[in-house]
Structures are given as C-alpha cells and as structure tokens.
C-alpha cells in the first residue's frame, strides 16, 4: 500500500523568509497530492492540491512542485506571515483508491 | 452553509460508557469518512462508505461502529469507552479526490 513520509516535523521560520515541507511517497501509482493546513483547535483544510500530469502549481504565496520520478512533492511558502502558523499534512492518493494516505505532519512556526 | 458538520463538538465521559457523534455533508458526495487524531496531530483512518456501503475498516476495535442512514450523513458510534479513545474525531466528505472535513468532536474519556 501507499506510505506517506513528510520532513520536517518542525519547522521554526523568521516572518518574511521562506518554508519549504517535503513529502515522499511509494506508490507511483499516486496521482493526487494534496496539502491541507490545520490551525490550532480548527479542522484540516485544503490549501492547495497538484495532480501527477502536472509539475508545479502556484496560489499567491502558496506552490506545490511535484517530481514523479523522485517520488517527492513539496510545499513552499513565500514571504510567511504570522497567520501561516499552523500544522501542515501532505497526502497522496493511488488512482482509483478510495483514501488519502496522510504524512505525519508539520508544525509550522512563523516569528516575528 | 456548513458543509460538513458534525455534533456535539465536545464530548466528556466516564470509561465504559457509550457514546455517538454524527455528522452530516451538504455537498452531495458519495463517499464520507471517519478520521481519528491524537495528541501528536497524526491523521488515522478510520472508516469509509460509500453511497450507505462500508467500503474502507481500517482494523478499527469493534466497540466502534459506524452507520451511514444514507448519503448524507454518518453516524459513528463506540461502546465502552476507554481512556486510549480519547482524541478529536473528524468527519469528512469526499468529491472527485478532494476531502472536506468536519470542525471535529473532542473526546476526552475520564
């Protein structure tokens, strides 16, 4: 089945700078890879998805890349602020399964 | 409009009790979910149907049952609670590969 690996755990940031959340995965059946934000006591939500016939996709301060070969996706966030504090999830989805395989999190830090 | 909504939000009990929360999605989507996620923030599957049908058990104890009286809504239900089911449960809500979840139900068993 699908395994869903995401680095770092943590990740502490000076507001303006950059953070960049990696995710790899097994199945290169996958072809769906979204990322869903969660704030603290708040439901995960969708913040930006790509699919596998795609390479990078871009909302505002958000993108996603995507290298299939490598089996990696990753998040990047520009010019952070402190209201991108929150715990991040990649996850993936193998061609007609019916699930996402979420990878364990990342608790994003924004300083001021 | 909320999408996916679940009740109660909170949910305070004895060990050993039984105890429901529901959710409901006004999305029209087939497929609805049941997530679990502890203390370290870890998103677990739990159960998903599809039009009323179990299609996903993720070796869940069989204290928790889910029941989905149609489409729109699935129920989820657990006998004799103990401590290690403390955690917030999600519902969400799948369209063609997007999830939508539900605010969640903090359970704490006591």
């Known amino acids: 089945g699908e395994n869903v690996e995401q680095h770092p755990s943590t990740l502490s940031v000076q507001e303006g700078d950059s953070a960049v959340i990696k995710c790899t995965y097994s199945?290169?059946?996958?072809?769906?890879f979204p990322w869903y934000k969660q704030e603290l006591g708040k439901r995960p939500q969708l913040i930006i998805d790509?699919?596998?016939?795609?390479g990078e996709k871009k909302d505002q301060r958000i993108a996603v890349t995507l290298n299939k070969t490598a089996k990696h996706f990753s998040l990047h966030i520009t010019e952070t602020q402190p209201e991108d504090s929150a715990v991040y999830f990649c996850?993936?989805?193998?061609?007609?399964?019916?699930?996402?395989?979420f990878g364990q999190g990342t608790r994003l830090t924004i300083n001021p | 409009d909320t999408a996916v909504s679940q009740t109660p939000k909170y949910l305070v009990t004895q060990m050993g009790n039984d105890k429901s929360i529901k959710c409901e999605q006004n999305l029209g989507h087939d497929t609805m979910y049941w997530y679990k996620q502890d203390s370290k923030k870890f998103l677990k599957i739990m159960f998903s149907?599809?039009?009323?049908?179990?299609?996903i058990n993720e070796t869940v104890p069989n204290r928790f049952s889910p029941k989905s009286p149609d489409k729109a809504h699935l129920n989820l239900h657990i006998n004799s609670l103990e401590l290690g089911d403390s955690a917030v449960y999600f519902c969400?809500?799948?369209?063609?590969?997007?999830?939508?979840f539900g605010p969640g139900t903090r359970l704490t068993v006591l």
């Open positions: 969400a809500s799948r369209g063609q590969d997007e999830q939508f």
């Open positions: 996850a993936a989805k193998i061609q007609g399964a019916q699930k996402l395989v």
């Open positions: 199945d290169s059946a996958s072809n769906y």
């Open positions: 149907y599809n039009n009323k049908e179990l299609i």
């Open positions: 790509i699919r596998s016939n795609v």
